[in-house]
Every structure is written in structure tokens, then in C-alpha cells.
């Protein structure tokens, strides 16, 4: 991660050091090793909602929602659907867009990558900012164009390059007139000129409301066309991101339409199955369809592996099923009833190759020593810096220096927090840290969701002795759980660990032996359950000025 705003001015607090941090965590649907030719759902655990996919002769790139989070939009790249690599971000420049000031749930979604002509477009929203905009590189590993805004409402836009040379959009909008019941949306359809990057003419709604408007569905979203034995269809989500999500189809003979929905819709849905049973996946939706190295056609979707019935600290995360075709040209993702398989044939037989630069699933243990120039891609931050508080030292057993400063994780700026996703339930994270040399500086690890839901368990110098806090914030309010005077010795390992509705935290003055700080702490808080939203929680070192 090569990304750098200014530098920080002399005036700053001196760095606090950061030895090495340890994620670790153990997947509980995951309950016998994989046998050759399967794969395991979810193919990218963690939040990764929103999957947009694309082919590119034997290469497959997919991309995902990042909300307020940078570098946003990441690229993979994959040869068979099922063994993934982070090549880059699409927003890894901090000028490209504004985040200032952004709720952590606001910020980049539902984008849709799409290749033609030697070139690569990814088109998005920037909600809360600059709206709906179209990014385009040569390479998808980057760098990507300075973002093209487009001047139109709505959210959810989708580009298609039609046979004829012409290129639309379709995205979710108002639909005509007054809405009739809250969540009544509609699917438009615009033209784009690729030259100017301009939309020419008028838009026309192609589903006003969703599949049947009499029953009132709502949020018609995430809208994809296909063109297949001269019938265009067009995919989207209906129900909302919950427990209500689907997946639905509309095809028609032109591209303008009409377009008929298919009688058995929707194509995928859970929400009539309990949520309770183990292995269960809730919220499925946000389907992208592309054609897989077998020859067939596979979806890639979002959905959420919840405890308890709805919590989960990965949030919205990839999954990948195939699709059938019905004898009279319909594609259905899973029959009606049937649970989302956890493991599945992968297309071709391919076997899934464990991954330990970046593990993207399964169970793991992920270490950074920081003896790399550059940050591990696996890092993210809340919001674009304005400065570079970061700092690698990656000599012999390398370090991380962060600078603390004013911005708050209960803030809307950006803090000096960096951040790598939980991807399991069951989960460890460890850092080993020097204490504060300077008075009024605190730093630690951070456990977050959002700015009104997380938790920190920092360090501070105190006389001579030093002072170790647990702080919980929680609908915004903040409570100091326990502080416990500890020695004033060179370094402190800290550790939160997570199981399921549990979490727990302790610290070691040895490397060996852990002391507890706190145990069976709500770690529903770090979920969507309970903070809302639409982001996973995030794990890592954070410095501050007291």
C-alpha cells in the first residue's frame, strides 16, 4: 500500500512503535478439510458485501462495496473462481474522492467492474459525496483514472456495452411520480456517451418497484444486464439487504424493454428458511453472473453467517454459487428452499490453495512483522489521510510507527487506526507495543464497528508507572470498563479475543504469560444486530492524543 498524504509537521507527538500484530481465527462452518475439486463458502469471508464480477479471457477480477473505508474498492484476481488474490484498490489516491466527514456506513457502494475494448470500467456511488461516477485503467491492478462523475440520481449503477456499439446504465432510482409505500424504488435505464462520459438523453424505468408492485416489494437494486440467445436480461436484488433479501430476473427482447419477470422469481432468497440452525446464511442477494472456466455460468452474491439468528462481526460477505438454466431460457441461482451449500463442486474441478501472504477464508493465523516497505494490502483506514501518520521501519525484524493524534475513533476524520478485517466469529488479535514515552499519548488496540460502537484497550504513561485502560464506547457513549496501573517497562503485548457473543482482553508484560482485563464483554456491539450499519467489524493498532 503505497498511498501518502503530507507529511506531519514537527509540532506532532512522537511515534509510538508497534513490534508485529497477529490475527488469527477459526471458521465454524468449516468442520472437515476440503477434498480436491471443492470449494468452501464463502470464497472471501469478512465484509465483503456487494461482489461485482467480470471476465477477462481465462481471468476473472471482482470488486466490493468499501463504504468509508480506504483504500476503497479492492480488485481481485482470480483463473477459476475459487483461489483469489488482492492486486490492488481502485481509490488508493486520496484526491480521487472526498470522504471527509463521512458516516462509516456512507461512502462507496454496490460497484460493478466491466472490460471492453483493452479497457477496464468500474462505476459506483460515492454516497453522502460526490454521487455516481466511472473510474477506467489499462491494467485492473492499477492505476486507476481520476473519477468521472456523472450527473444523475439514484444509486447502484451497472454499465452495459450492448452489440450495437452503445453503451447504458442501469441503476436503482425514484420511479415516476410520488413513491407509494416507503422502500418503492425503481430500476432506470440510461444512455452513456464513453467518449464524453456523459449521459445522453432521457432515462426510462424498466421495474417500477420490483417484481410484482401490488405486493409492495421494496428496494429494487443492484441491477446488472446480460444479453444471452438474443434476450437481454436484466438481475437485481429486491426485499433490502436483511433477512428479506433476494435475487430476482426480468428479460425482454430489447434493451429498452419491456421487460417480464420470471413467474418463479426469486431466483435466490433464505427468508423463508429459520435462521437459527447451524451452517444457516441469512440475507443472500446482490448477485453479479458471469460465465466460469467450465463453460457455465456462476453467480457471485453476498450473504451473512450469523450467530444467534442475525450478528455477525464479518458482516456481508462473497459467496459463489453456480446457475441453471431453465429449458426455456430462465437462470435460477437455487431452487426455492434449498440452504446455501458451504462447500460446493468447484467449477472445473479446481482445488483451493491455502494463501499465506493474505488468507481471504477459511481457518488461519496472519502475522505482520512490518518488515515490508509498504503496508500489507490487508490494512485499511477509516476515511482518505491528509497527512502520513504511518511510518514502516522494515529493517531487521521491522516496526510500525504510529503518530498519535487529535481525530477520534468517535470522530468523522481520520484517525491513526489501521484497521484489517474480522473474518471470523471465532477470532484472536494480538500486537506487541511500546509504552508511551510521552505524557498525554495513549495507544493500543482497537475493536470497531463504528464510531458510536467499539472498543479500546490502550496504554498510557503514568508517572512512573503506566496505565492501562479498557474504554468501551456504545450508542456513543463512552465508559472506561477497568484501568489497572501496570509497570512502566519497555514494551506490552495486548490482546482481544472473540467467540461468537463473547469477547475478552488481556495484555502480557512477558510475551508468554496473559493477565485478563476484562472477559465476557458484548461483542453483539461490534455487529450489525446491534450498531446498524453496513460494514463488518475491523481489528488493529491505534495511537491518540489523550
Excluded at 491492478?141 to 456495452?161: C, Q, V
Excluded at 493500543?444 to 508507572?465: C, E, I, T
Amino acid at each position: 500500500m503505497s498511498f501518502a498524504g503530507a507529511a506531519l509537521g514537527a509540532c506532532a507527538a512522537q511515534p509510538v512503535t508497534f513490534d508485529w500484530f497477529e490475527y488469527g481465527g477459526i471458521d465454524r462452518t468449516r468442520n472437515q478439510p476440503l477434498e480436491a475439486g471443492e470449494y468452501a463458502n464463502p470464497i472471501l469471508t469478512g465484509f465483503y458485501p456487494d461482489p461485482s464480477i467480470c471476465r477477462v479471457g481465462d481471468d476473472y477480477y471482482l470488486t466490493n462495496s468499501t463504504f468509508a473505508y480506504y483504500p476503497g474498492l479492492p480488485i481481485f484476481h482470480s483463473q477459476d473462481l475459487v483461489n483469489w488474490e488482492l492486486v490492488g484498490h481502485a481509490i488508493d489516491r486520496p484526491d480521487q474522492l472526498h470522504y471527509d466527514g463521512l458516516q462509516v456506513s456512507n461512502g462507496i457502494f454496490a460497484p460493478a467492474i466491466t472490460h471492453h475494448n483493452d479497457t477496464f470500467y468500474l462505476i459506483c456511488t460515492m454516497v453522502g459525496s460526490d454521487g455516481n461516477f466511472v473510474l477506467t485503467a489499462q491494467d485492473p491492478a492499477g492505476p486507476w483514472s481520476e473519477p468521472h462523475i456523472l450527473r444523475f440520481t439514484g444509486i447502484d449503477p451497472s454499465l452495459f456495452f450492448d452489440d450495437d456499439g452503445r453503451v447504458w446504465i442501469v441503476n436503482n432510482d425514484d420511479p415516476e411520480g410520488t413513491p407509494l409505500y416507503d422502500g418503492h424504488r425503481a430500476i432506470r435505464l440510461r444512455e452513456l456517451d464513453p467518449e464524453t462520459m456523459q449521459i445522453k438523453g432521457e432515462s426510462r424505468v424498466l421495474v417500477n418497484g420490483g417484481v410484482d408492485l401490488s405486493k409492495q416489494p421494496i428496494w429494487i437494486e443492484g441491477p446488472h444486464l446480460y444479453k444471452r440467445n438474443d434476450w437481454y436480461y436484466l438481475s437485481c436484488a429486491e426485499g433490502g439487504t436483511g433477512p428479506n433479501h433476494s435475487q430476482v430476473v426480468f428479460r425482454s427482447r430489447q434493451v429498452t424493454g419491456p421487460y417480464e419477470p420470471w413467474e418463479n422469481n426469486p431466483i435466490l432468497t433464505q427468508r423463508d428458511l429459520p435462521n437459527q440452525v447451524a451452517g444457516a446464511v441469512t440475507c443472500v442477494g446482490h448477485a453479479d453472473l458471469e460465465v466460469g472456466p467450465d463453460g457455465n455460468w456462476w453467480a457471485t452474491f453476498l450473504g451473512v453467517r450469523p450467530y444467534d439468528g442475525n450478528a455477525s462481526p464479518m458482516g456481508r460477505e462473497t459467496f459463489l454459487l453456480p446457475v441453471e438454466w431453465t429449458d426455456d431460457g430462465w437462470p435460477t441461482i437455487l431452487p426455492a428452499g434449498e440452504r446455501v451449500p458451504l462447500v460446493h463442486a468447484s467449477p472445473g474441478g479446481a482445488t483451493v490453495r491455502p494463501s499465506a501472504e493474505l488468507p481471504l477464508a477459511g481457518n488461519f493465523t496472519w502475522r505482520d512483522e512490518f518488515d515490508h516497505p509498504e503496508l500489507s494490502p490487508a490494512w485499511i483506514m477509516l476515511r482518505t489521510p491528509s497527512e502520513t501518520w504511518w511510518q514502516l521501519e522494515p529493517g531487521f525484524g521491522g516496526e510500525l510507527e504510529l503518530t498519535p493524534r487529535k481525530e477520534r475513533l468517535t470522530g468523522l476524520g481520520n484517525p491513526s487506526f489501521l484497521a484489517r478485517r474480522v473474518q471470523h466469529d471465532v477470532f484472536e488479535a494480538e500486537t506487541l507495543l511500546e509504552i508511551p514515552a510521552e505524557k498525554g499519548v495513549s495507544a493500543g488496540l482497537a475493536l470497531f464497528q463504528n464510531d458510536k460502537y467499539h472498543y479500546y484497550l490502550g496504554v498510557k504513561r503514568s508517572g512512573d508507572a503506566a496505565s492501562l485502560f479498557l474504554e468501551q464506547v456504545r450508542h456513543g457513549e463512552k465508559t472506561v470498563v477497568r484501568t489497572v496501573q501496570v509497570p512502566a517497562s519497555a514494551s506490552i503485548a495486548l490482546r482481544v479475543r472473540g467467540e461468537l457473543e463473547a469477547c475478552a482482553f488481556d495484555y502480557s508484560l512477558d510475551g508468554t504469560n496473559w493477565t485478563p482485563i476484562a472477559a465476557d464483554l458484548d461483542a453483539r456491539m461490534v455487529t450489525t444486530a446491534v450498531a446498524g450499519g453496513f460494514v463488518g467489524a475491523t481489528v488493529g493498532p491505534h495511537a491518540r492524543t489523550e
